[in-house]
Antibody, heavy 118, light 108 residues
Framework: QVLLVESGGGLVEPGGSLRLSCATS????????MSWIRQAPGKGLEWLSY????????NYADSVKGRFSISRDNAKKSLFLQMDSLRADDTALYYCARDEGVSGVDYWGQGTLVTVSS | QSALTQPASVSGSPGQSITISCTVINGDVGNYNLVSWYQQHPGKPPKLIIY???KRPSGVSSRFSGSKSGNTAALTISGLLAEDEAQYYCSSYTRTRVFGGGTKLTVL
């Protein structure tokens, strides 16, 4: 059974930082590209970042470039997102997902909610 | 970077077929099978229903089909069921991933 479980969300003040984690099981994590995707309340999906299997290949959406950093620990089958300089418009449900590129995003977690507010 | 445009809403009656379009702006979906489609019910994560423009993952109903022509991809749902009422998103992948704005499907 494939499982992706995000954690680390919560309430943070503007300018603050959070580190999201995603624990995975049930698929070959070390061979997989992984993405973070978010969804603001009542809004659509926004891809944020992906990381290749060996961490050497990363990419970011312009909206988070320079503020967010993706990383992974293949030994622990875990994905991370370090979020700095948070803004109110970063408020969203953050999904961890396996990203198969042209073959789509096939595994999704349930998401962790990040609220940026004073 | 490409942008994807979807209609905000579509509707249909049970048993009917509907089509949701996804138009690529500043890009070309025609030469590459880059488009995937996702279904999202309220309070749930998205579910992959079409990938590489026309392929269905294992376990996805054959009532869902994908096509592409020029700069437009399309999702067709045939034999509409009440459970198909959901939000639908297209996505394209090149060096980054982009999602369309989403289409709300209402089953009347």
């Amino acid at each position: 059974q494939v499982l992706l479980v995000e954690s680390g969300g919560g309430l943070v003040e503007p300018g603050g930082s959070l580190r999201l984690s995603c624990a995975t099981s049930g698929f070959l994590f070390s061979d997989s590209y992984m993405s973070w995707i978010r969804q603001a309340p009542g809004k659509g999906l926004e891809w944020l970042s992906y990381i290749g299997p060996s961490s050497g290949h990363t990419n970011y959406a312009d909206s988070v470039k320079g503020r967010f950093s993706i990383s992974r620990d293949n030994a622990k089958k875990s994905l991370f997102l370090q979020m700095d300089s948070l803004r109110a418009d970063d408020t969203a449900l953050y999904y961890c997902a396996r990203d198969e590129g042209v073959s789509g995003v096939d595994y999704w977690g349930q998401g962790t909610l990040v609220t940026v507010s004073s | 970077q490409s942008a994807l445009t979807q209609p905000a809403s579509v509707s249909g009656s049970p048993g009917q077929s509907i089509t949701i379009s996804c138009t690529v702006i500043n890009g070309d979906v025609g030469n590459y099978n880059l488009v995937s489609w996702y279904q999202q019910h309220p309070g749930k994560p998205p579910k992959l229903i079409i990938y590489e423009a026309t392929k269905r993952p294992s376990g996805v109903s054959s009532r869902f089909s994908g096509s592409k022509s020029g700069n437009t991809a399309a999702l067709t749902i045939s034999g509409l069921l009440a459970e198909d009422e959901a939000q639908y998103y297209c996505s394209s992948y090149t060096r980054t991933r982009v999602f369309g704005g989403g289409t709300k499907l209402t089953v009347l």
